[in-house]
Structure formats: C-alpha cells, structure tokens
Nanobody, 124 residues
C-alpha cells in the first residue's frame, strides 16, 4: 500500500512555470514507477510523464516534451513535475500515480495507487 499526496498546483499565466510534488508514504517508494496524469473537464484522464522505479528512465506525452520534466528523490519519497512554458491547454487536475515495479509504458489502468489531485490553471 502506498499513499500519495500532490501539492504545488495553482493559477499561473501562460508562459509561466510550476513545480508539482507528490509525496509518498506507506511503502518502499523506490520500488514504484511513478506517473503523472491529468484530466481536464469533460475529458478522459491522460498520461503526462513517468519515471521508472529503477534506473530512472522517463517517458513523456508528446504534448509536454521539452517543457515538462519528471524527477524523483527516493530519499524524500517524492516525485516532482517541473512544468515550464505553460499553455492554456495544460489546464487540468494533475494526479500522481504509482505502480509497483511498473514499466514506463504502463497504461493509466495499470496504476494501482492514486493521489487526490492538484489543480493547475493556466490563464492566457
């Protein structure tokens, strides 16, 4: 079992930056592949970025490549999402998720643990 709590969302102007954090507890954090997903009103939850449990391999959605960076600090049991050059279309609720020994190609339905989400609103 792992519990996830996101923070760092807020209102930002287009072109600005935010850093989201997701703090994990309850299990061995380094054993979990961590993903970030987002969901805008009326849309399905979509993949944003992922970092593997071992080795630190990453993968990104095409829409955020070159703008977002995922990282993890296993000593702090935390995964981060640095978001730069934000656009209005990045507006969504952002969720972190965990999958035990997961692949970076895991789909949204393969993650067993989810946080409550943090809202990101980008004004144009």
């Amino acid at each position: 079992q792992v519990q996830l709590v996101e923070s760092g969302g807020g209102l930002v102007q287009a072109g600005g930056s935010l850093r989201l954090s997701c703090a994990a507890s309850g299990s061995t954090f380094s054993d979990y592949t961590m993903g970030w997903f987002r969901q805008a009103p009326g849309k399905e939850r979509e993949f944003v970025a992922v970092i593997r449990w071992s080795g630190g391999s990453t993968n990104y959605a095409d829409s955020v490549k070159g703008r977002f960076t995922i990282s993890r600090d296993n000593a702090k049991n935390t995964v981060y999402l640095q978001m730069n050059s934000l656009k209005a279309e990045d507006t969504a609720a952002y969720y972190c998720a965990a999958r035990l020994y997961g692949s970076i190609w895991s789909g949204v339905n393969e993650y067993g643990y989810w946080g409550q989400g943090t809202q990101v609103t980008v004004s144009s």
